[in-house]
């Protein structure tokens, strides 16, 4: 089975330790991004996938194609070209001090990329399933145009899709969000998103203060069959976090599918070592999970345990096995030296 | 607004990561001290601030002045000679082991500066508050004259002053401290300090075992009350740190003004990341509160909010915005990623 | 009095921060090895305490030898030769994912080294005390037949012996542990160990689930006793570790010695820097504490906080002096800045 | 004399080492721009100096300005809003491997900038000289009338003016840069400039290979007294460098002014640290040598030694101060320990 | 056209900066070997290039491979398994101080492989050319076999042969050498070494002194000359290094092909960064130019300026475009900034 | 044969990489001092020695302590107590930018110590060679009369002493110097000092500019003849600096015995690394090459090569073996990498 994404990748400038983004005088790079740190996961679990993108040809943009193959991820079906990569800047929160992340990924190549760059028939014709996420059609009108696109020609090949709604209010409202992936929907098989990620991108309401570190599951329960039902998904999963500070969450996920509701154990991450790009580690977990096992429960706890890993690893992206996965699902998590 | 502070600011060598100081193979550099950060904490809110010092005129302490520059502290009321800048080395402590500061800070250029150095009717003459801590008369005798003739200086030109005890063992005993710090006290506004240093520096008594990690509130706001009503300050703070272990501690902030004690709401930091400057980052957050907001209670919690803050940062100095403050005064710890 | 300790340095390579191996650009440099660690912290105490290995004649030995003069090993019993230092790659880590050793030892000049080059008459002339582990024996045939020599001599001299059993997987099978270890017994004075260790090296039974985070101290009471009364050692002791996770550990130790069993206070250690060396630590403080106190109360104390201190500390080895051990023994766990 | 510059500032983020940029897992991170650069030297020349530009309002703008403040740069006259800050990538060249610039510097705030936000009267109320580059006109048509509104306004006020002519071929073309830039020539008193700049910016004409690594200085001479004459500037000056690889290259400057010309003596310069920023510490060392030396040769001389000085430190800014160039100036150039 | 490399890669530590090996408290990690480098500077000229060798199945190994995926390497014919990656510690040299190299690669992987793991029938399917270097014959009994096989196996197949001589006597004696050696030149088509190489694996004899820094290039057109002769070669080829210090080399190359000698230009390598690989990148500039140029000119000029390039650059291989190359080999080493 | 230093060894903070002191937010850390340098130097080369001096008792003196340690020097003969470590900040030039200390040494432990702290006979008991530099009597009055009474000791005791002149104008006026060090001249065997130091220390003269790159051996010939003719030395002998620039000098050292010259081969250092300890170095080396070369001529060459390889070497002190001095000594400068 193959895998592809669709989706942006950009320059990660980090500062190093606890610093303060006026304290930093170097950045850690790296590279990231949603549907990139889907493709990267995957091929951690020994899987192949690809990442189509645009990526501009010069030094910065080669470091970064080279940072997808180091773990990798397919290269072959990125386009190499435009003005420049986007960028974004983080400064790892710790205690009550929230994280800080400042975006400069405007006119980026892929946000500028045109629909007629891309022959999906052509890209997708090697592979089973497709992910994307909301950020990808809030990019730009075009990016929103090739997301269609990609979700037409994946369901014309009879490839699996899945959709990580994954709102971001800085790029687009959620009036535009709604009326830009409400249509996508019916290409979709597998949605991902939380109650407000539900609520921005498809106008659902759930009650419920994230903020409050407490978390009413019924309730994702009823959202997740809802959303099945309303769109004709074949599942809807979420990840739960509960914010107790910027170190330490709690941590589970849940799918509905086939009109059974499945949550995984739960996780005190603490601390958490980078929480960035957990939601796209939970992403490729269940796909990995839904392509691999009969078990939903299982494919549910794998997505956990995965996304909850992640975060105890610096970057966006998640550098685990399978076995390492299926060692803390399977409830070891006293952290024991592996000698 | 502009306000002065006057004290004593160092080099700080600290050990990078969690090393000890046999380990270490390189130092961090930064520079700090009570009076150095109160200032750099108010230009961090957008205020003007100065400090008052001393500082040898050699490449070592041009860094030192750079780095108040660097935040917008106005070092224009800075005298530059003298031997030697004072170096502090840092050790952080982890879990159950503490902290480690080496003070290598005799015959500073402050330390050793002459009274008539100073003129400081000229030096506040642009300043309408002034701040200094119970450091810069216990640097030494010549010291101890010029923090005196600063706040006589102060009172004749009507501006307002805040005095932070901070009573240090290895500069002086409580005999010395006394003596010299009750005659200053008359020309204080505002009080901060614990119950040592009450005890030390004032020669007050309260009861309660700091090291317990067990903090009996109405204590302190009857040690507030009388210290306001022994030396007629218009108010008297303190902060309230539970020692769990050099890496969790329970923090809030209290103060007693117009015969009413108002306390703020409690906050674990958990992980301390640099617990160094906490307490001047409080005096600041004080100072900022009384001049910024007319409830009592909103410059509390602005001072508690603000100096737990600044134990998620590294370095001596706190690095954050009013707006940054305000937002966890007003509730939200959760640490969520800002994007 | 004077130490010696017989066993493998090794080379230590670890990633820095909290990044992976595939992520690692650079390697953090220490050396280590059981019997090393506990020199060190002897040496630390204030002691005299020499190493007893073979380590090569190139560059790379040669600043593992100094590793161990640095902090005052004697290291003029140290054979020069053989061809390569054994080496060890560790990643460290966080909240649910453990820290990963990967071995690179195979044919390290110690496990090279033949009986014939150590003469163990000469070498021990000046020592009062000899510690092994069990990691030495499980080097090699001739490493066995070393170490039983080495407490054979001992004997003979009348020097008091301590022995870690310290089972590794890696290196061998229980049953040609138990085959090597249990011969060596009769010359063995204390014995440390927990539960997994009696069962693997020494064909012991013990109950209880290491992984639950939940110890029975009852049960441990009973084997250490069982085990003085079956090898006739003078002392048998064992550390309690409760792993919660890889950065959250609860900690005792406890010894049964004189038909008495003595349980140290417990410690919370959140977060640990760095578990490994942890065991040699409590090896090390147990021996200090034994010719050093009368009561073994204290010994035991002193053990526990010892190596509760090592785990902030980077590194193999325990940087901690006598007082700091005592300080913390005595009950002052509060992390208060030492200024 | 207060001096300003009016530029733009970038975010420039250099690989460590003689990395290149595929290898690089992390940025050194500063700011600079030629304006900017010229305003720090001059500040470290102990005098007062300005920088007027545009600079987004988000927590990267703010560690921009800040570096300036570090240098005691008034940044009182900067604007803060805008998209983003510009950036450029550089990668350092060793021997005959030479240094890359990637630039991401499009819709920086201070190129999207609108000639309307800018009140030059009374911005340079308070200076008597100001510097510009033709980076500044190249940025967009708006920052090309900023600029030409600046000189005029600076004539009217009846201060001098300095704009170094530094032609880059990725902003514009020679075209566009001459139909910009002539027009401004005539208010401009003194122009900085190789053979190239003349060329590509006025549409002059010299012989000789500056790839060659030998020039001919007499041509130099006649090139700038024909500038002189043509544009009737007061003085017209240039450096004069020999590229004999990436990390050796050899240096001089030259003016003339008043119908005489003025040779530097010549520089080695081997190893070079950091080329960039070169050409600005010569501008602002024959600024500050053309207002403190009545003798040219004196300033060109001054010229000479900072610019050969800035080369040999890291970072876009020159950190020397006049005590350092007058002495490299006067001869000394042993390099001998200064204790 | 594909090219594959057969040989060992290991892991690298390195001292930072100008350290010595007793100084080290982090090593630089980067993996590389003769072959290996060479797959990777032509994947870098944008060919297809496989490296075939054996790598063990745990994170080192998997780290390794992922540094050639990286740079694009087709790792598709690495065999994973075996005890260990064999390692290089290197020390990098200053002026009159040479580097250092301490090897750790006894009982790698791929010297403990068996010739019957490799099915170079189908490995070599693919395959157009293929380059081993004198070392992976050096490694083992078994390495030699795996050797000869490959070769003869390419020559079945109709594939080109190149191989570097590259004699290194920790590894075996020129005995050992020329008898596993000689029998395996009939296989090769283009020969490259050294007067050394040469000598102690072929058994030629050379006059001159390496150490002298003069060298005498008719001397090398006769050695060529006779090698192709003795040996039908198609092509033999050498590199011209004259060493005056471990920072400033001499550096030519030269090929005899067809009867005809071709001598590069001469480049003065100063500083060098790094001269590990420096032959990797000559063997790889070669083997590019043969395939990609008529004129044997053009081919010595292109793996002149490569491997020039190369020794600018840090780690082991050649990071470079075709670029980059030919503006170097048309002329312009004068280090000027690309901008 | 055991050797004996005398002097103070200082906490050393240099900054990283080619940074200015402005620019430093780390410093690099390593401990030093004139006499220090040797015994470390001497013990590389396998010999004992011991540093007698005086460090507080804090744990920045125990990290300087163990940094001997660690290279084999006995610290058995430290005095431990007192006030204070002395610190120098170093900032390393590059061309033409010399390199600067900032001294931060006044009231060091060893500067304020009594010369009744010291009993030198026990002290010297087991020692045949006392080397001091003119440093010791240079830091206190104390410390000149402790010099002179270790001075005194050693030719009681029948040790043979050796000083290098070594003058600090920071530390003390040229009459001073001579004052104090003219009387100690009668129990020194081997003087080590260049012109300057002759002319400050003992008021001896000689033509010749040393900042012009040139030197005139002859002149050396002269003034070290002279010196023993006049003091009755052994030897006499310097080293001969050519300044071309702060990474590039000229290098040979000179030594006059029994009535002849003796002149080292001539070295080109480009580039330094470090040329702090150059001259200690140069000591050390000529003190091993007089006890262990009965050619005066073999003792001058190990001393030059020494001192040479140690300009390659970042921090104070010497790290080559006496392997790697002869085989530079014997004329292998070219820098090929050894392996």
């Known amino acids: 089975m193959k895998y592809a994404t669709l989706g942006e990748i950009m320059l990660r400038l980090s500062t190093p330790g606890a610093q303060r983004f006026v304290q930093a005088k170097s950045f850690d790079v790296c590279y990231g991004g949603g549907e990139a740190n889907v493709a990267v996961s995957l091929c951690n679990y020994g899987e192949e996938a690809a990442l189509i993108t645009k990526i501009p040809d010069n030094d910065i943009g080669q470091a970064c194609v080279n940072s997808l193959r180091e773990f990798g991820v397919d290269t072959s079906k990125i386009l190499r070209g435009g003005k420049r990569l986007g960028i974004y800047f983080l400064e790892t929160g710790y205690s009550m001090r929230?994280?800080?992340?400042?975006?400069?990924?405007?006119?980026?190549?892929?946000?500028?990329?045109?629909?007629?760059?891309?022959?999906?028939?052509?890209?997708?014709?090697?592979?089973?399933?497709?992910?994307?996420?909301?950020?990808?059609?809030?990019?730009?009108?075009?990016?929103?145009?090739?997301?269609l696109e990609a979700l037409k020609a994946a369901k014309e090949l009879g490839i699996t899709t899945s959709f990580d709604l994954n709102f971001r209010a800085?790029?687009?409202?959620?009036?535009?969000?709604?009326?830009?992936?409400?249509?996508?929907?019916?290409?979709?098989?597998?949605?991902?998103?939380?109650?407000?990620?539900?609520?921005?991108?498809?106008?659902?309401?759930?009650?419920?203060?994230?903020?409050?570190?407490?978390?009413?599951?019924?309730?994702?329960?009823?959202?997740?069959?809802?959303?099945?039902?309303?769109?004709?998904?074949?599942?809807?999963?979420?990840?739960?976090?509960?914010?107790?500070s910027a170190t330490w969450n709690g941590w589970s996920t849940a799918l509905s599918i086939n009109g059974k509701f499945y949550h995984s154990k739960h996780y005190d991450i603490n601390p958490i070592v980078d929480r960035v790009g957990g939601g796209d580690s939970?992403?490729?977990?269940?796909?990995?999970?839904?392509?691999h096992f009969d078990d939903p429960q299982q494919a549910v706890e794998f997505s956990a345990a995965a996304s909850a890993l992640k975060q105890t690893i610096p970057g966006d992206t998640n550098h685990v096995t399978v076995k390492e996965v299926l060692k803390l699902a399977s409830g070891d998590a006293s952290g024991r030296v592996q000698r």
């Open 98 to 147: 929230p994280s800080q992340v400042v975006y400069d990924r405007a006119d980026s190549a892929i946000a500028q990329a045109k629909p007629e760059e891309f022959d999906f028939k052509k890209l997708l014709a090697d592979v089973q399933w497709l992910h994307i996420s909301g950020i990808t059609p809030a990019l730009s009108e075009n990016s929103a145009k090739i997301t």
């Open 282 to 291: 939970f992403s490729a977990g269940l796909i990995y999970g839904l392509t």
């Open 170 to 244: 800085k790029l687009w409202t959620k009036e535009q969000a709604q009326a830009a992936m409400i249509p996508m929907m019916k290409f979709v098989d597998y949605v991902i998103g939380n109650e407000e990620d539900a609520q921005n991108c498809l106008g659902f309401q759930m009650d419920g203060d994230v903020t409050s570190g407490k978390l009413d599951v019924a309730k994702y329960e009823i959202m997740l069959a809802e959303l099945c039902k309303k769109y004709g998904f074949k599942g809807a999963a979420t990840s739960l976090r509960e914010s107790h």
